[in-house]
C-alpha cells in the first residue's frame, strides 16, 4: 500500500510563499508521475502541477511562473514552491502518485489571506 504524506500548508498573506512537501512511501522513480492537485471549498478538484519520472513538469495556466513543481528522489519526496500567493490559491492541496494505480495524500491546507 502507497502513503503519500504532505505537510507545509498554513495560512500564509498574499505575496507570501510556501514550500509543500509530499513524502512517499516507496520510491518515487517507480510512479509513472507525480503531481499536486488542490480543490476549493464548493469547486471540482484541480490539477496544479506535475512531474513525470523522466522529470518533465507542467503546470496550470493560473500558477505557471509562480509555483515550481521539483523532487528529491533521494529522499521520496516531491515539493511545490509557492510564490507571490494569492486569496484565490486557498484550498487544500493534495499529492498524487500514478502508476498502474492513482494514489492520494490526506491534503494539506493552504490559505492566503490578511
Known amino acids: 500500500q502507497v502513503q503519500l504524506v504532505e505537510s507545509g500548508g498554513g495560512l500564509v498573506q498574499p505575496g507570501g510563499s510556501l514550500r509543500l512537501s509530499c513524502v512517499a512511501s516507496?520510491?518515487?522513480?517507480?510512479?509513472?508521475?507525480m503531481g499536486w492537485y488542490r480543490q476549493a471549498p464548493g469547486k471540482e478538484r484541480e490539477m496544479v502541477a506535475g512531474?513525470?519520472?523522466?522529470?518533465?513538469?507542467n503546470y496550470a495556466g493560473t500558477v505557471k511562473g509562480r509555483f515550481t513543481i521539483s523532487r528529491d528522489t533521494a529522499k521520496k519526496t516531491v515539493y511545490l514552491q509557492m510564490n507571490s500567493l494569492k486569496p484565490e490559491d486557498t484550498a487544500v492541496y493534495y499529492c498524487?502518485?500514478?502508476?498502474?494505480?492513482?494514489?492520494w495524500g490526506q491534503g494539506t491546507q493552504v490559505t492566503v489571506s490578511s
Open positions: 512531474i513525470t519520472s523522466g522529470g518533465i513538469t
Open positions: 498524487n502518485a500514478r502508476s498502474y494505480a492513482s494514489y
Open positions: 516507496r520510491s518515487i522513480f517507480s510512479f509513472n508521475a
